[in-house]
């Protein structure tokens, strides 16, 4: 499995905007110099998020985006299936070279699929929310809750 950089870009996009629900409208400008990401690139993943249902955007001097959810909500398994389609895909051997042990062949797609589901619960088990809160570890502003 390999996550691409549009991948990478999403999700720290969408980090962003996590970071600031609550704000109002977040600037592209604002998430691109504070992620290091092309501004124009951004503006691309950024349509895509949008029809993908992740984000909301505003028209107008005071527009910008937002989540579509709240960050308990959204995925980072969503926010790459979004951008890049299934992680990995389910069959992995060629069409025109047949095995001559099917039982091999079996037993190797098994492992890959019982791979793609472990990946694909983890991401699926991450939200942004999350990542807010492992941040707020890390700067010593940890929110406990009973």
Known sequence: MRISNK???ALRALFDLAQHVGAGPV???AIATRQGIPVNYLNQLLIVLRRAGLIESVRGPQ???LLARAPEAISL?????AIDGPL???ETSRDDHLPTTPEDHDLVNELWGELRDRVEGLLAAITLDELCQRKRQRAGNVMYYI
Do not use: A, K, P
């Open 7 to 9: 991948g990478d870009y």
């Open 27 to 29: 600037q592209s400008e």
């Open 63 to 65: 527009g910008g985006h």
């Open 77 to 81: 398994r969503e926010i790459l299936i």
């Open 88 to 90: 990995l895909t389910g």
